[in-house]
């Protein structure tokens, strides 16, 4: 029987959950859910990450959600983006709890907020057999005339310098808790721009080191890619550490990134013999790390597709 993560209504989205377009495709493609079916098979995940996961599928619907695979250190772990809820009624905040709430580690509790359409992602991440952590995130909007309506997803974001803010409902207090701020790139020629936002985030998280180390994930960016570093990106502030999300990698590029952060060999060459019907998949990954004693020590990385 065929796998019922694998059904496809043939479109794609990237980890901001906008849709792009492969082109004309051979008729043996495979989904980017294929590529979560095999992390599921062959990393240590337990069986209520895929129970959740058909869960999603028959309450919120078919490529309504995005899904990451994270690994820190030797640790697998999984994380789902529901995004767009004036758009996606189904994504509401509310409504992603309701689904998500059987799964709850014991004791987790998440605070209800007002006004929950203002917030434009809920993600939910899982680690090992329970949800652990809802959060929400907004769009901050610096400049009003540079506001930018996207109309098919009721998101407004500040065209110049878009900046979204994430918050954490399940920190244990009675307030959410503010974690992350994310620093958006979306032009391929930004480099410039990235490595600006990238040493001012890293002179502000670690202000007694050296912040030209951070550079160094051009390093890992120049094993990653094959026709050289592309830059639409992602630059975060996060609570002990930084990140650079790189947008728009290749399965080939994917298959760079398992390899360089050791990935299980089991899952990169399932991803591998499939490669050629992977081809038309563009995927998003992410590193978090930190600057310790002069030193660039990647803490987390992860990838994103759409289920």
Same mark, same amino acid.
């Given at each position: 029987?065929?796998?019922?993560?694998?059904? $496809?209504?043939?479109?794609?989205?990237?980890?901001?959950?906008?849709?792009?377009?492969?082109?004309? #495709?051979?008729? *043996?493609?495979?989904?980017?859910?294929?590529?979560?079916?095999?992390?599921?098979?062959?990393?240590?995940?337990?069986?209520?990450?895929?129970?959740?996961?058909?869960?999603?599928?028959?309450?919120?619907?078919?490529?309504?959600?995005?899904?990451?695979?994270?690994?820190?250190?030797?640790?697998?772990?999984?994380?789902?983006?529901?995004?767009?809820?004036?758009?996606?009624?189904?994504?509401?905040? $509310?409504?992603? !709890?309701?689904? +998500?709430?059987? &799964?709850?580690?014991?004791? #987790?509790?998440?605070?209800?907020?007002? =006004?929950?359409?203002?917030?434009?992602?809920? $993600?939910?991440?899982?680690?090992?057999?329970? !949800?652990? *952590? !809802?959060?929400?995130?907004? $769009?901050?909007?610096? *400049?009003?005339?540079?506001?930018?309506?996207?109309?098919?997803?009721?998101?407004?974001?500040?065209?110049?310098?878009?900046?979204? %803010?994430? &918050?954490?409902?399940?920190?244990? =207090?009675?307030?959410?808790?503010?974690?992350?701020? &994310?620093?958006?790139?979306?032009?391929?020629?930004?480099?410039?721009?990235?490595?600006?936002?990238?040493?001012?985030?890293?002179?502000?998280?670690?202000?007694?080191?050296?912040?030209?180390?951070?550079?160094?994930?051009?390093?890992?960016?120049?094993?990653?890619?094959? @026709?050289?570093?592309?830059?639409?990106?992602?630059?975060?502030?996060?609570?002990?550490?930084?990140?650079?999300?790189?947008?728009?990698?290749?399965? *080939?590029?994917?298959?760079?990134?398992?390899?360089? @952060?050791?990935?299980?060999? +089991?899952?990169?060459?399932?991803?591998?013999? %499939?490669?050629?019907?992977?081809? %038309?998949?563009?995927?998003?990954?992410?590193?978090?790390? @930190?600057?310790?004693? =002069?030193?660039?020590?990647?803490?987390?990385?992860?990838?994103?597709?759409?289920?």
């Amino acid at each position: 029987m065929a796998d019922p993560l694998l059904t $496809s209504d043939g479109r794609y989205y990237d980890v901001n959950f906008f849709e792009y377009r492969p082109g004309q #495709l051979p008729s *043996d493609v495979l989904p980017t859910s294929f590529i979560l079916c095999e992390a599921l098979a062959t990393l240590p995940y337990p069986a209520s990450a895929r129970q959740f996961l058909l869960d999603v599928r028959a309450k919120i619907g078919l490529n309504k959600a995005l899904w990451g695979v994270r690994k820190a250190g030797d640790v697998y772990s999984l994380e789902f983006y529901f995004y767009y809820p004036r758009a996606n009624p189904c994504n509401r905040l $509310s409504n992603v !709890v309701s689904v +998500a709430s059987r &799964y709850f580690a014991p004791g #987790l509790d998440v605070i209800a907020v007002e =006004g929950e359409e203002q917030y434009y992602l809920t $993600s939910v991440n899982m680690d090992g057999e329970h !949800v652990t *952590d !809802v959060t929400v995130y907004e $769009s901050v909007i610096s *400049d009003p005339d540079a506001a930018f309506f996207f109309a098919d997803k009721g998101l407004t974001i500040d065209e110049v310098t878009p900046i979204f %803010h994430s &918050y954490s409902l399940a920190s244990g =207090g009675k307030e959410k808790k503010r974690i992350n701020t &994310y620093f958006g790139f979306f032009d391929p020629n930004s480099l410039h721009q990235v490595m600006r936002k990238v040493h001012d985030v890293a002179c502000e998280q670690f202000p007694d080191e050296d912040p030209l180390v951070a550079y160094e994930f051009l390093q890992y960016a120049g094993r990653y890619f094959r @026709h050289g570093i592309r830059c639409r990106a992602l630059v975060a502030s996060k609570v002990g550490g930084m990140g650079v999300y790189l947008l728009g990698l290749d399965i *080939d590029e994917l298959i760079n990134v398992l390899e360089i @952060h050791d990935y299980d060999e +089991a899952f990169i060459r399932s991803i591998r013999q %499939h490669a050629r019907q992977l081809a %038309h998949v563009k995927i998003d990954m992410g590193m978090d790390f @930190h600057i310790r004693d =002069g030193r660039f020590v990647v803490k987390k990385t992860a990838f994103w597709g759409s289920v």
